[in-house]
């Protein structure tokens, strides 16, 4: 079995035998406000603060400013990491931007392969800046931004792929976050579902009148995973999952 890397998150490390896979990519699935930020910065955070290992957050529609002083309601001050070489935000939210000007100013769109361009310059950087700060955790937050440049399903699946690919190749831990947009058996599974470690998916459920977060490890490679969707909190201190509490108050 692999090294396991401590996901920093109270209850996860439970579920999926000890920790994360080391070196692999694993994929955050969920809709809007479910926590998806909030449990790749604690990945990140916890992984510095706890474990000694640096790490990069990969930002396609937050800005640097704006995601410290979110953080830093949690009392994670990823500034002070920054400044003891420990974190790096990578910026790569005007890449996808300037590719659409181009569009725009030009009137037609670019190539499949100028699209490209852009994620393996995203790649290369990604590979300078962890070689400097000896990188141990990547979190990419969000693809749902990436394929909103992509609604040909696929060029969708060719940047899906490549970009799986390339962070797998990196060795590195990865957490990479995505919108889920249908619930339930009959949801579509997407090409990165598939190519990726472990997918986790994180749902809020409204039953009888109660809103409950809920999560699940639907599949985490060479691991003994706890499969039932179990309950998390996200309060001032970050997420914290309860894997022996039974959803909804009932067992
Ligand atoms: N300081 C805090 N204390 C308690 N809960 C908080 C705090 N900050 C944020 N939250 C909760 O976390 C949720 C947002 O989490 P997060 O931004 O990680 O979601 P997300 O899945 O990334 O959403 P999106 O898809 O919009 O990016 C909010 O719905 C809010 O309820
Ligand atoms: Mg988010």
């Not at 000694?52 to 930002?59: D, K, L, W």
């Not at 992509?150 to 060029?155: A, I, K, L, R, S």
């Not at 997407?190 to 470690?197: G, K, L, N, R, T």
């Amino acid at each position: 079995m692999s090294r396991r890397v401590k996901t920093g998150i109270q209850g996860l490390d439970e579920l999926i035998n000890g920790g994360f896979p080391e070196g692999r990519v694993i994929l955050v699935v969920g809709g809007p406000g479910t926590g998806k930020t909030v449990l790749a910065a604690q990945f990140l955070y916890k992984g510095i603060t706890d474990y000694n290992e640096s790490g990069i957050y990969v930002s396609l529609d937050e800005s640097k400013n704006h995601y410290f002083s979110e953080m830093q309601t949690f009392g994670w001050d990823f500034k002070k990491a920054e400044e003891e070489k420990k974190f790096v935000f990578l910026d790569a939210t005007r890449m996808p931007r300037s590719e659409l000007q181009k569009e725009k100013i030009f009137g037609e769109p670019s190539s499949l392969r100028a699209k490209q361009l852009p994620i393996d310059r995203l790649i290369e950087d990604l590979e300078e800046k962890a070689r400097q700060i000896d990188a141990k955790r990547v979190a990419l937050d969000t693809l749902a931004t990436l394929f909103h440049r992509f609604p040909d399903p696929v060029e969708r699946r060719m940047i899906a792929v490549d970009l799986v690919e390339s962070l797998s190749e990196l060795g590195i831990t990865t957490l990479i976050t995505t919108e889920l947009s249908r619930l339930g058996l009959d949801r579509d599974v997407s090409i990165e579902e598939y190519m990726a470690h472990g997918v986790i998916v994180m749902q809020t459920l409204f039953s009888e009148g109660v809103i409950s977060r809920a999560l699940q490890v639907e599949k985490m490679r060479g691991t003994k995973i706890n499969p039932n969707c179990v309950p998390y909190t996200i309060d001032k201190n970050g997420i914290q999952i309860f894997p022996d509490v039974p959803l909804f108050g009932r067992s």
